[in-house]
């Protein structure tokens, strides 16, 4: 079955740098888009990046010039390298392939604070 296992959270001061990590299984990684979600504390989860089987990308306005996307295709993991940190990217952060049906993991908690 399809999963995702996401790491690399953690306690960040502003200004800092994370990188986040996913492993996807149980599907054709390579055919598929990635993306990462954010769910901020009580609010809905939104997609923040993605990230097309060539490489290609899409960010949110709120994360663009700070994040990046990228996916490995032979080891199934697409990363998030997220720049100058703010305490409103504070939230668990989830990957996951658009379009297969809804299927999330236990995310990555991420907390901006100084």
């Known amino acids: 079955q399809v999963q995702y296992v996401e790491s690399g959270g953690g306690l960040v001061q502003p200004g800092g740098s994370l990188r986040l990590s996913c492993s996807a299984s149980?599907?054709?990684?390579?055919?598929?888009?990635m993306a990462w979600y954010h769910q901020a504390p009580g609010k809905e989860r939104e997609r923040v990046a993605l990230?097309?089987?060539?490489?290609?990308?899409i960010y949110a306005e709120s994360v663009k010039g700070r994040f990046t996307i990228s996916r490995d295709n032979a080891g199934s993991m697409v990363y998030l390298q997220m720049n100058s940190l703010k305490s409103e990217d504070t939230g668990v952060y989830y990957c996951?392939?658009?379009?297969?049906?809804?299927?999330w993991g236990q995310g990555t908690q991420v907390t901006v604070s100084s």
């Open positions: 149980g599907f054709s990684f390579r055919s598929y888009i």
């Open positions: 996951k392939a658009p379009n297969l049906p809804d299927s």
């Open positions: 990230i097309y089987s060539s490489g290609g990308s």
